[in-house]
């Protein structure tokens, strides 16, 4: 199989979005024992920025999707 | 020495660097054990946590995927941080066996990804009553299996395993496949989606979700 060949299906990427991105680097793939704390003063730092923003985007995106609702009318 | 680790591949495997990762860090790389694992050095994990949350991930995300374009990888999650390069090596001889097996089975696989959305409930909606309540949630999920099936129905020849989880915002479905069924799995999809609009999908991704390696 050449090489092009293996990079075909790579070109059409789906709607990946930032939310996407972050939570396949959050939750996916080996976790080492013990490392994954990037901390000062006891508190996980990156992780917990990044959990935040991870909640922020979504609770965005349900808003989004709520205001795009078409409004009914009595 | 702080190494964050972005992921491994085979150490046969010859592939291009991306030129910088995360913090625009050089990237290195350590061969043992049959397996490549790269990374990128700081002076101590306070410089890495100084770096802007969000930057960092996307950085890292994009490192794996320059990589994964090129071949197969076992990603590590963000942020996995030790201590130099001794650590590291010493994870990799620990545990290359079973990366090693997981990188060989999943040669030439990818991972899509189909999330199916619940709908919003408005507040005129609300159940009357907890029977109500469960009765909705029952529709709910009922409805979320028949079109996770509708997924798998439409995609499954192009599809080699499928695997479903359901979540608080609805269904995820993974579908692994070879390289060369991402066009057409992704054609498959798209002509459902549009009659299932709360669905999304996403991919070609690392296939994590089949690699069978629990954290150690």
Same mark, same amino acid.
């Given at each position: 199989?050449?090489?092009?060949?293996?990079?075909?299906?790579?070109?059409?990427?789906?709607?990946?979005?930032?939310?996407?991105?972050?939570?396949?680097?959050?939750?996916?793939?080996? #976790?080492?024992?013990?490392?994954? #704390?990037?901390?000062?003063?006891? #508190?996980?730092?990156?992780?917990?920025?990044?959990? #935040?923003?991870?909640?922020?985007?979504?609770?965005?995106?349900?808003?989004?999707?709520?205001?795009?609702?078409?409004?009914?009318?009595? | 020495?702080?190494?964050?680790?972005?992921?491994?591949?085979?150490?046969?495997?010859?592939? /291009?660097?991306?030129?910088?990762?995360?913090?625009?860090?050089?990237?290195?790389?350590? *061969?043992?054990?049959? &397996?490549?694992?790269?990374?990128?050095?700081?002076?101590? !994990?306070?410089?890495?946590?100084? +770096?802007?949350?969000?930057?960092?991930?996307?950085?890292?995300?994009?490192?794996?995927?320059?990589?994964?374009?090129?071949?197969?990888?076992?990603?590590?999650?963000?942020?996995?941080?030790?201590?130099?390069?001794?650590?590291?090596?010493?994870?990799? /001889?620990?545990?290359?066996?079973?990366?090693?097996?997981?990188?060989?089975?999943?040669?030439?696989?990818?991972?899509?990804?189909?999330?199916?959305?619940?709908?919003?409930?408005?507040?005129?909606?609300?159940?009357?009553?907890?029977?109500?309540? &469960?009765?909705? !949630?029952?529709?709910?999920?009922?409805?979320?299996?028949?079109?996770?099936?509708?997924? !798998?129905? +439409?995609?499954?020849?192009?599809?080699?395993?499928? !695997?479903?989880?359901?979540?608080?915002?609805?269904?995820?479905?993974?579908?692994? &496949?070879?390289?060369? *069924?991402?066009?057409?799995?992704?054609?498959?999809?798209?002509?459902?989606?549009?009659?299932?609009?709360?669905?999304?999908?996403?991919?070609?991704?690392?296939?994590? /979700?089949?690699?069978?390696?629990?954290?150690?």
């Amino acid at each position: 199989m050449a090489d092009n060949d293996l990079l075909a299906g790579m070109a059409e990427r789906e709607e990946v979005s930032l939310l996407d991105i972050l939570d396949h680097v959050l939750n996916s793939g080996v #976790v080492i024992h013990g490392s994954l #704390v990037i901390s000062l003063a006891g #508190v996980d730092l990156i992780y917990l920025g990044l959990n #935040v923003v991870l909640t922020s985007v979504e609770t965005a995106l349900q808003h989004m999707r709520l205001e795009q609702l078409p409004t009914t009318r009595r | 020495m702080a190494l964050l680790a972005y992921c491994m591949m085979e150490a046969a495997t010859m592939v /291009e660097k991306p030129a910088a990762g995360v913090g625009g860090r050089k990237i290195d790389e350590l *061969a043992d054990s049959g &397996l490549r694992c790269f990374f990128s050095r700081f002076e101590n !994990r306070e410089q890495l946590s100084g +770096t802007p949350a969000v930057e960092s991930a996307v950085a890292f995300h994009q490192v794996l995927q320059a990589l994964f374009q090129q071949a197969v990888i076992v990603p590590f999650r963000f942020p996995t941080v030790v201590d130099g390069e001794e650590e590291l090596r010493q994870h990799v /001889e620990a545990h290359a066996s079973r990366y090693a097996e997981a990188l060989s089975r999943l040669r030439h696989m990818v991972q899509m990804e189909i999330h199916i959305g619940q709908k919003e409930e408005g507040t005129a909606n609300l159940p009357a009553s907890g029977h109500e309540y &469960l009765q909705g !949630r029952q529709a709910l999920a009922a409805e979320l299996k028949t079109a996770a099936k509708q997924f !798998r129905q +439409t995609t499954g020849p192009w599809v080699a395993e499928w !695997r479903e989880r359901q979540t608080k915002q609805g269904m995820r479905c993974y579908a692994l &496949l070879s390289r060369e *069924a991402v066009a057409g799995f992704q054609n498959a999809a798209r002509t459902l989606r549009q009659s299932l609009p709360g669905a999304r999908v996403s991919g070609p991704w690392p296939p994590a /979700e089949f690699l069978e390696i629990k954290a150690s």
